[in-house]
């Protein structure tokens, strides 16, 4: 079964240092997002990439934060200048189209930010 | 905006026994709703989704979900539970039909631990 894959599954960088953070959406789905957990609480939100442009962003999704569809198959998420607080489980997700499918998720990133 | 609220962070239950996990949900607009599950160290696994009609929608691993919404409630429902069904179960919504968006929206999540 075709799966969304992540890597890599756990970075640690120092503040201040530029992180990518790198997805492999399933293959022929057309809607691509960025969620984060932090520790301890809930999933959330942070962008969604359709048609080469981002649709969608949160407020947490600011300046410091950039997506990317480099090629026909890997969708990232640039963090700038990591702070502490980017600490969390990044998840990737891909939809066939939007609306009500399913999103899929991928097994997540550990960023931990030092 | 919508909002989703899990009241339960926790919920012990003896293996075989019924589980019930609350979910409630506020929007101005009409809703999708979703159930995912995470086991440890894995990503979200949709488990079931109400979208129209029926409002009892059942999924995976024999799990079930009925939709209130006078009550705005989702809760999800297990006659039956597993060891292998602990997890943390999150409760999501998104805009329903015609809206302008598709992210979803997480509640705070629910850690099921089934004991023997």
């Known amino acids: 079964e075709p799966e969304v894959t992540q890597t890599p599954s756990h970075q640690v960088t120092q503040m201040g240092q530029e992180v990518i953070l790198r997805c492999v959406p399933i293959?022929?789905?057309?809607?691509f997002y960025w969620y984060r957990q932090i520790l301890g609480q809930k999933v959330e939100f942070l962008v969604s990439f359709y048609n080469n442009e981002i649709s969608e962003k949160s407020e947490i999704f600011d300046d410091q934060f950039s997506v990317e569809r480099p090629d026909g198959s890997n969708f990232t998420l640039k963090i700038r200048s990591t702070k502490l607080e980017d600490s969390a489980m990044y998840f990737c997700?891909?939809?066939?189209?939007?609306?009500?499918?399913?999103?899929?998720f991928g097994p997540g990133t550990r960023l931990t930010v030092t | 905006a919508q909002s989703v609220t899990q009241l339960d962070s926790q919920v012990p239950v003896f293996e075989e026994a019924p589980v019930e996990l609350r979910c409630n949900y506020s929007?101005?607009?009409?809703?999708?709703l979703f159930w995912y599950v995470q086991y440890p160290n894995q990503g979200l696994q949709l488990l079931l989704k109400?979208?129209?009609?029926?409002?009892l929608v059942k999924g995976i691993n024999g799990f079930e979900a009925e939709f209130n919404k006078s009550q705005t409630s989702f809760h999800l429902r297990k006659p039956s539970v597993h060891i292998s069904d602990t997890a943390e179960y999150f409760c999501a919504v998104s805009e329903g039909y015609g809206g302008a968006t598709n992210k979803l929206i997480f509640g705070t999540g629910t850690l099921l631990a089934v004991q023997p």
């Open positions: 997700a891909s939809s066939v189209r939007g609306g009500s499918y399913e999103q899929y």
């Open positions: 929007s101005s607009v009409s809703v999708y």
């Open positions: 293959s022929n789905h057309l809607y």
């Open positions: 109400y979208l129209s009609g029926s409002t």
